[in-house]
């Protein structure tokens, strides 16, 4: 059994729109994976559920032994973390060191344990710097690292980051990328939504894909890249190195700079 499964899960609002459609996925431990898709695809909605943010109307999601709907929304945020898109859903303290250890002062740990998991999140995140300022004095896209940094304080073993990219330069997205695969290394399981193409190219070996409030394939890189036919279900594109190698002519099935250097050198 895997560790997440999402079994035949629909989703409708109370006035009948369906947001998610009959899907079924599997999630192992310690994976790190992607979900890619339009807007209006099913992702978003598909990831409050498995918070618990939201209810399955049709279907069954596990989270380990856990049935999400058999537990309250905190019940299952001590086991799965979730990162909002817009940090501004997220924060409500008045200083980035107090929204980084409330949850933890929630579960009433220890000082030390909570100075040490808050003294991480902050090293990982370069929040440091940032601890005693109001998030609110700080740019949108330093703000969104003040919501990852509470999430990974909270050890959670399943992080949810709801486009993280979103909004973030270069720094930001190499930022991004190290923290994924700090998390990775310790043995956490994350699952990421994004737009940004080459950011998944790069960053995931497994990503699973979603069109029409259902999901409609997964994959390597590789796989989900250079299937066309998929892509143009989804309405996606390739990241930027696999068109351009496309139209040199080069057979292999790139997906990275790294990649496409290595064949033209």
Known sequence: MSYIEVKNVSFAYPNGYIAVDDISLKIEKGENIAIIGQNGAGKSTTVKMLNALQYPTKGTIMIGDMDTKNYTTAQVSRVVGYVFQNPDDQIFHSSVLQEVEYGLRKQKLSEEQIKKQVEYALRLTGMEQFKKENPYNLPLSVRKFVTIAAIVASDCDVMIFDEP?????????????????????????????????????????????????KVVGEGTPEDVFWDFELLEKAMLKQPYVSRLCQKLGIGERVVTLEQAVSLLV
Not at 169 to 197: A, P, V
Not at 201 to 206: M, P, R, S, T, Y
């Open 165 to 213: 990219t979103a909004g973030q330069d270069l720094m930001g997205n190499r930022k991004l990328s190290h923290i994924l695969k700090e998390l990775h290394k310790k043995g956490k399981t994350t699952i990421t939504i994004s737009h940004d193409m080459e950011f998944v190219a790069n960053n995931f070996k497994k990503i699973i894909v979603m069109a029409n409030k």
